[in-house]
T-cell receptor
Framework: DTAVSQTPKYLVTQMGNDKSIKCEQNLGHDTMYWYKQDSKKFLKIMFS???????INETVPNRFSPKSPDKAHLNLHINSLELGDSAVYFC??????????????FGPGTRLTVL | AQTVTQSQPEMSVQEAETVTLSCTYD???????LFWYKQPPSRQMILVIR??????QNATENRFSVNFQKAAKSFSLKISDSQLGDAAMYFC????????????FGKGTKLSVIP
């Protein structure tokens, strides 16, 4: 009955490698997000997809590429990993309504450590 | 751009006492939503409470309540009868009106509960 799930929960890898984080939501929401939380706990949006269409693309290195195969999934692929990419990455989803609150539901996070 | 400011990086409270966490925001919108999220050491982001800007009545969820001052752009969280499980990072977040995709988060307040 997990609402927003992410895999893996922990990811340890070497600099220069390519890795992916997967996210799935079973809430029937039409919008999904990727956030990055740095070591100071600051939470910053990276991307947002609405019905598989990219709608928010913040200033993020192009080594980061989101992919949404359908509106229940939003994956994050990272090429040529750098030390500064070490962080916790959160996936979230919401149903964006023409009226009413846009409440976001978060996954458990993926702690990425780049060595 | 909207900004959210949490001026208290850390706070502490005695068990069973009451604590108030501060949040101010900047916006030119009249229709928006405000949220408090809790992030315990498990790092799961949990929605604590939300407030619609058009509602004058302050939101309440059990021991959690807000003091929403729209003119002052202030949205503080009061936790009554603090429990050890309340120890966490608390994030204030702003969401623009209906149809908006983005939440803007404050930098968080780390709350410790002293037995």
């Amino acid at each position: 009955d997990t609402a927003v799930s992410q895999t893996p929960k922990y990811l340890v890898t070497q600099m220069g490698n390519d890795k992916s984080i997967k996210c799935e939501q079973n809430l029937g929401h039409d919008t999904m997000y990727w956030y990055k939380q740095d070591s100071k706990k600051f939470l910053k949006i990276m991307f947002s997809y609405n019905n598989k269409e990219l709608i928010i693309n913040e200033t993020v290195p192009n080594r980061f590429s989101p992919k949404s195969p359908d509106k229940a999934h939003l994956n994050l692929h990272i090429n040529s990993l750098e030390l500064g990419d070490s962080a916790v990455y959160f996936c979230a989803s919401s149903q964006v309504l023409s009226s009413g609150v846009n409440e976001q539901f978060f996954g458990p996070g993926t702690r990425l450590t780049v060595l | 751009a909207q900004t959210v400011t949490q001026s208290q990086p850390e706070m502490s409270v005695q068990e069973a006492e009451t604590v108030t966490l501060s949040c101010t925001y900047d916006t030119s919108e009249s229709d928006y939503y405000l949220f408090w999220y809790k992030q315990p050491p498990s790092r799961q982001m949990i929605l604590v409470i939300r407030q619609e800007a058009y509602k004058q009545q302050n939101a309440t969820e059990n021991r959690f309540s807000v003091n929403f001052q729209k003119a002052a752009k202030s949205f503080s969280l009061k936790i009554s009868d603090s429990q050890l499980g309340d120890a966490a990072m608390y994030f204030c977040a702003y969401g623009a009106g209906a149809g908006s995709y983005q939440l803007t988060f404050g930098k968080g307040t780390k709350l410790s509960v002293i037995p």
